[in-house]
């Protein structure tokens, strides 16, 4: 193997462990990315670090400070490019600077404008040799969410469904209940956890009486990644074009909330949750504004869980990046609702999805299918 | 290892070779039992075989044949306990006590009421060791149908569905097409060349011009098992209670059919395809009846592929014993047809089922899933 080759084999192999660390902020770093940092010293780690929550020292900053006088000369791994900018926290291209590291390697550029190339070019400018592209496809799936907001004005949307393996919700008369276990319950509170946003309709909260929180006991981690959880649960957000939802419902009771509305907020909403008034036609709430307004407030990750009604809009307008969808072992018979409110005439109208992964969950299985856009197809 | 320990794990290792044997049998041996035949002596495989088609020669023979001299003082395993009946060759376990073997080591006793025990028993009273039970659950797996035959009565019955990720089989004008791949098409040959019936009903007939034919150059198998295949193709079942499919469809024009009616056969069938009448309420033919008579003609392993009346019939009176769903990345909407045309009011009428595998087909999945019978729910 050649130096070129064996340098870039080790390189992927730090990059990796970086990218190990950096999905321990899975469930916190929000609106921040998810960074994981290594600093590597004559063929040994002397310094990890990871992003833990926004407002808290970056990765780099960890790893620099467990390195110790060690960094100098050391290489730094980050899966992500270094920022250039004041933010809550000084530049981390400065501390890593300061340090006297000689070589940093990034997994990806930062596509946040602030930085986009311009921490690089800091470090590059004080003397310090700089690679990015290692492991990018990884680091990517890391930040789904924050790279879609910061190169679209638009969160991740994911939409969470269950069914049964006839492709059904619920009964006609709308008797509903838990038809996946508690493994997949489980699975459902850590993606509610990850998000940065849940959100709801009308229907679904006045239906099941749905709070849509994140309850310690069920998610199935342990106690400190539990705490780091439920230190910072995801905004519940209610798309209620109407105002349909009484103030005293479980789901305003169960915590702060906003509500997503066509609707002049009216009287009784005044010491209520907080309101977002979204235009939209027929009292329904344009839903790509919305997306687009959590957004510029910082939202990386929407975790869609509605009835067929919302669920089915956000697909229509084609605003849905992931399906997660919960199959159980049951047939609820054809007569039953549907997945999503999405009628079709034409075959030539169904939209293709890939199914990147079906996987058991206990006694029920999950697939995972992504939306092909319709000119690729 | 005590030496009782260390014979059960020899005698699970050549067995497993004559369960390997025996598949090789998977298209061709109906209306008899895959069986597969092993000749062991002083550790060396001397001899192997399996049987081929019903009124060629048994897995033993072919095995006793290859061992020849040295089958004497040997030990045979056997997937199924050796026949002691003259049917259309002579009874294998009298083939076993010319050749001298010492010790014969069935899989599973032959469920075969002309068998039952009887082949193990003559072969003791001519002074062989044998032993019974051996790897036996894999055993019964390969032979579903011949069991369910022998034990109940009835054929084993699989459904084969293609249906979107949001369960639907079609758009509701009726307007459907291949909504699968053609991995999953090869698959659903091979499902086909399997069966001893391909079953199938008017609704398809007319609306697809189905011929539910197998076609050599989409199995996907090797020259000589596509020969094996085309060699008995599986027998074509059509239900038509009421007689609706003209004899000019292309159904009948693909080869042998039989036609299943509750119709005195009128005069235009007189010329045309074999008829069986079933008796059955409102011009329904009556599928258990109609199950019964397949089976009592040596039928194995039929497998459905209908329209959603005829299969969710199936469904709702209990007669699938397997759900091989293959499942397209599309959503069809919901004005689709359903999966199967099964009306369910209430929750606790949802039948239950097991789901037992899923794996990617190319660029779809199949799921199988086994009904769990409702007094086990």
Same mark, same amino acid.
């Given at each position: /193997?050649?130096?070129?080759?064996?340098?870039?084999?080790?390189?992927?192999?730090? &990059?990796?462990?970086?990218?190990?660390?950096?999905?321990?902020?899975?469930?916190?770093?929000?609106?921040?990315?998810?960074?994981? %940092? #290594?600093?590597?010293?004559?063929?040994?780690? #002397?310094?990890?670090?990871?992003?833990?929550?926004?407002?808290?020292?970056?990765?780099?900053?960890?790893?620099?400070?467990?390195?110790?006088?060690?960094?100098?000369?050391?290489?730094?791994?980050?899966?992500?490019?270094?920022?250039?900018?004041?933010?809550?926290?000084?530049? %981390?291209?400065?501390?890593? *600077?300061? =340090?006297?590291?000689?070589?940093? !390697?990034?997994?990806?550029?930062?596509?946040?404008?602030? *930085? $986009?190339?311009?921490?690089?070019?800091?470090?590059?400018?004080?003397?310090?040799?700089?690679?990015?592209?290692?492991?990018?496809?990884?680091?990517?799936?890391?930040?789904?969410?924050?790279?879609?907001? /910061?190169?679209?004005?638009?969160?991740?949307?994911? #939409?969470?469904?269950?069914?049964?393996?006839?492709?059904?919700?619920? /009964?006609?008369?709308?008797?509903?209940?838990?038809?996946?276990?508690?493994?997949?319950? @489980? =699975?459902?509170?850590?993606?509610?956890?990850?998000? @940065?946003? *849940?959100?709801?309709?009308?229907?679904?909260?006045?239906?099941?009486?749905?709070?849509?929180?994140?309850? $310690?006991?069920?998610?199935?981690?342990?106690?400190?990644?539990?705490?780091?959880? /439920?230190?910072?649960?995801?905004?519940? !957000?209610?798309?209620?074009?109407?105002?349909?939802?009484?103030?005293?419902?479980?789901?305003?009771?169960?915590?702060?909330?906003?509500?997503?509305?066509? &609707?002049? !907020?009216?009287?009784?909403?005044?010491?209520?949750?907080? %309101?977002?008034?979204?235009?939209?036609?027929?009292?329904?709430?344009?839903?790509?504004?919305?997306? &687009?307004?959590?957004?510029?407030?910082? #939202?990386?990750?929407?975790?869609?869980? $509605?009835?067929?009604?919302?669920?089915?809009?956000? @697909?229509?307008?084609?605003?849905?990046?992931?399906?997660?969808?919960?199959?159980?072992?049951?047939?609820?018979?054809?007569?039953?609702?549907?997945?999503?409110?999405?009628?079709?005439?034409?075959?030539?109208? $169904?939209?293709?999805?890939?199914?990147?992964?079906?996987?058991?969950?206990?006694?029920?299985?999950?697939?995972?299918?992504?939306?092909?856009?319709?000119?690729?197809?």
């Amino acid at each position: /193997m050649t130096v070129l080759a064996q340098q870039a084999v080790l390189d992927a192999h730090y &990059m990796a462990r970086a990218l190990e660390l950096a999905r321990r902020g899975h469930y916190t770093t929000h609106p921040n990315p998810r960074v994981g %940092c #290594v600093i590597v010293r004559d063929g040994q780690i #002397v310094g990890e670090g990871w992003h833990i929550r926004a407002g808290e020292p970056h990765a780099e900053v960890h790893a620099l400070r467990a390195a110790g006088e060690l960094a100098r000369g050391a290489t730094a791994y980050v899966t992500l490019e270094p920022c250039s900018h004041h933010g809550r926290t000084p530049p %981390c291209a400065d501390a890593l *600077v300061n =340090a006297g590291v000689a070589r940093v !390697v990034a997994a990806m550029q930062d596509p946040n404008p602030e *930085v $986009a190339g311009r921490g690089l070019q800091r470090l590059a400018q004080a003397g310090i040799a700089t690679d990015s592209g290692v492991l990018e496809g990884e680091a990517r799936l890391l930040n789904q969410g924050f790279l879609k907001r /910061m190169e679209h004005g638009l969160p991740f949307v994911r #939409v969470k469904l269950a069914m049964s393996l006839d492709g059904r919700t619920a /009964m006609e008369s709308g008797e509903s209940q838990w038809i996946t276990g508690p493994a997949a319950r @489980s =699975a459902v509170q850590r993606l509610r956890a990850q998000a @940065s946003v *849940v959100l709801t309709g009308a229907d679904t909260v006045l239906a099941d009486n749905a709070r849509l929180t994140v309850r $310690a006991d069920e998610l199935g981690l342990d106690a400190e990644q539990t705490a780091l959880v /439920m230190s910072r649960p995801p905004l519940r !957000v209610l798309v209620d074009g109407r105002l349909r939802v009484p103030l005293d419902a479980p789901f305003f009771k169960a915590g702060p909330a906003l509500v997503a509305t066509c &609707m002049a !907020v009216e009287e009784q909403y005044a010491n209520g949750p907080e %309101c977002m008034i979204v235009a939209g036609d027929d009292g329904q709430v344009d839903l790509r504004r919305l997306l &687009m307004e959590l957004a510029a407030r910082g #939202v990386n990750e929407v975790l869609v869980e $509605a009835g067929p009604r919302l669920a089915g809009a956000f @697909s229509r307008q084609g605003l849905v990046d992931e399906f997660q969808i919960f199959i159980a072992g049951k047939f609820l018979g054809s007569s039953a609702r549907p997945l999503l409110d999405w009628p079709l005439a034409h075959m030539k109208d $169904a939209p293709e999805l890939k199914i990147t992964e079906i996987r058991a969950v206990g006694d029920d299985w999950r697939v995972i299918a992504v939306p092909i856009p319709p000119a690729s197809v």
